[in-house]
């Protein structure tokens, strides 16, 4: 492989040239969406060099999703990003299952982010970008990939630094219609459900096809005091500030309000999604549905959407790998799509640069697949639960006993347990990833709370402050005086070990002598072995299954 530094990476981001200059590239992310953007940050981030291509010419300026959950205000926070996004955002604390009217309650759980926040897709591809864009990340808008083949070697199990000769040739074509070929060592598709890339790489799509489909606009004019009828009617109506539904959009427009509605009407759900839709359908639509057309007027979109449930088959085959909506689409109830694309993105970015940078432990990459698929899964099979509560209603031969199905589950999300369990589920702040050792402590796999503490040597006063680099964090919570100079002196570009003296008091913390936190906040591995010698010991073996060998090992 040309050892070359890729002059492209310093060309100005979403410039209009050729990605083909320099063919010399470690990843190729085909999507500009949030999951692309992040993914891309997170390799850079590693020292990976990262080049975007994304087919539209310019930034999505509409907005189909809207929110981002706990876990991914987290996963901002582990970064330092979070400020930027809350400067932008409503927060709002209680969100839903299926539209029942017993709300979740996100201000419960157990961390510093109990809320969704309310914040277009646009404005969240805005602040992404920027963060791209600080890491010196290539995006090359206007190039649409076309296919890809896998080279000899590619199954990508190939020695450090990527010396076995695999690697991944991509059919890219340019503005002008010209198709030429770009060569990585690694491509991850973030394309979308119509994924070039998973399509290219053989990849299947097992689903369900659409059986219905909503309809969803925003106005910038409507009629305030109609909105409560449509909303006690099941209209969805939220407001809009224009100016991070629509960052990049044409100044006029951009002052004043906008709402969006979003609706399911029983005679239209039959629809195609996609058939474009008019305004003139919308308002008959309002109309049928709650009795006026809410004064709807000066569309800034109009959108169906449907509800094709799909799951990729695998998330990994060979040097191509899938994240997001590539890998998962949904009907978007409780607004999950966009989340778990970003936290796909979390927990792929650090393993494949672990695997290009050649200290990967073996499987590192494998486990991808391995602990997002079952997450996809999960998050296909919840949103089909809530599809079908929705629907039921609308089918006049079950509307009665629907009507009686959701008002006993809004009765049982009265119960505290039960609200607990869902918002977990959705929020994704339940998510934990199997161990691989059956034996190992109750903390590892999940994520890592954001306890406040004191450490030696370090200003973080929680534990998300020393997340930013994207390293692994050793906490030593025993006072082992030896721990910090053996780990950095055998992992230290990989591992940031310090001694806590003090930090919050915890239950499940409760006899734990040392944690491993991997990059993307979850829980490696952690130890309540008293026996010095043996934690040592154990402290090897864990590093080592995670970071790779030590320095020289």
């Not at 914040?119 to 970008?129: D, F, G, H, N, S």
């Not at 040739?169 to 219609?177: C, L, S, T």
Request: proline residues 6%; charged residues 25%.
């Amino acid at each position: 492989m040309n050892a070359a530094r890729d002059t492209a990476a310093d060309a100005p981001t979403d410039a209009a040239v050729d990605p083909c200059a320099d063919t010399d590239t470690d990843v190729i992310v085909v999507g500009a969406g949030p999951t692309g953007l992040l993914l891309a940050a997170e390799l850079a981030l590693g020292g990976v060099r990262v080049r975007i291509l994304e087919r539209r010419a310019a930034a999505q300026r509409d907005s189909r999703a809207l929110t981002l959950h706990p876990r991914s205000i987290e996963l901002m926070d582990q970064r330092g990003l979070v400020e930027r996004f809350l400067a932008h955002g409503r927060p709002v604390p209680g969100w839903h299952f299926a539209g029942l009217d017993t709300r979740l309650d996100f201000s419960a759980l157990d961390t510093r982010h109990g809320y969704t926040l309310f914040l277009a897709q646009a404005r969240t591809e805005q602040l992404l970008a920027e963060r791209t864009r600080e890491l010196d990340v290539t995006i090359r808008r206007g190039y649409e990939v076309t296919g890809l083949r896998q080279n000899a070697g590619s199954d990508g199990e190939g020695g450090p630094g990527g010396t076995d000769g695999g690697g991944v040739e991509v059919a890219v074509r340019g503005p002008d219609g010209t198709v030429e070929t770009v060569r990585a060592r690694y491509v991850v598709g973030c394309d979308g459900g119509r994924s070039v890339v998973r399509r290219a790489a053989g990849i299947g799509f097992p689903g369900t096809d659409e059986t219905l489909s909503g309809a969803l606009g925003d106005f910038a004019t409507v009629d305030p005091a109609a909105l409560d009828r449509a909303r006690a009617h099941g209209v969805l109506a939220v407001p809009l500030d224009p100016q991070d539904a629509y960052p990049d959009g044409p100044e006029e427009g951009r002052a004043g309000g906008l709402t969006r509605l979003v609706l399911l009407d029983p005679e239209r759900m039959q629809t195609p999604s996609a058939e474009p839709l008019t305004l003139d359908e919308f308002r008959a639509s309002l109309l049928r549905i709650c009795g006026t057309d809410c004064g709807v007027a000066r569309p800034r979109w109009l959108s169906r959407f449907g509800n094709a449930t799909r799951l990729a088959a695998r998330y990994r085959a060979g040097r191509v790998l899938l994240a997001g909506d590539a890998a998962h689409i949904h009907f978007p109830a409780a607004g999950q799509g966009l989340n778990t694309g970003l936290q796909d993105a979390m927990n792929l970015g650090w393993k494949l640069a672990a695997e290009i940078n050649g200290w990967a432990p073996p499987r590192l990459l494998d486990s991808y697949h391995a602990e997002r698929h079952p997450v996809g899964r999960a998050v296909t099979e919840n949103t089909e639960i809530q599809t079908l509560l929705a629907e039921l209603t609308l089918l006049p031969q079950y509307r009665r006993p629907a009507a009686a199905l959701r008002a006993l589950m809004a009765e049982l999300l009265g119960i505290e347990e039960v609200n607990r369990h869902l918002a977990g589920l959705v929020s994704a702040l339940d998510t934990a990833y199997p161990p691989d050792d059956a034996a190992a402590d109750p903390l590892v796999g999940r994520r890592m709370p954001d306890i406040a503490l004191t450490a030696t040597g370090s200003a973080a006063i929680r534990v998300y402050e020393l997340l930013p680099p994207g390293r692994f964090v050793l906490l030593d919570l025993a006072g082992d005086e030896e721990m910090r100079q053996s780990v950095e002196k055998a992992w230290g570009t990989r591992v940031t070990a310090l001694t806590v003296t003090e930090h919050d008091p915890r239950t499940d913390l409760d006899g734990v002598r040392e944690i491993l936190v991997r990059p993307d906040g979850h829980i490696a591995w952690a130890t309540r072995t008293t026996a010095v010698q043996t934690r040592r010991t154990e402290r090897v073996r864990a590093l080592t299954h995670w970071a790779g060998l030590p320095a020289g090992g």
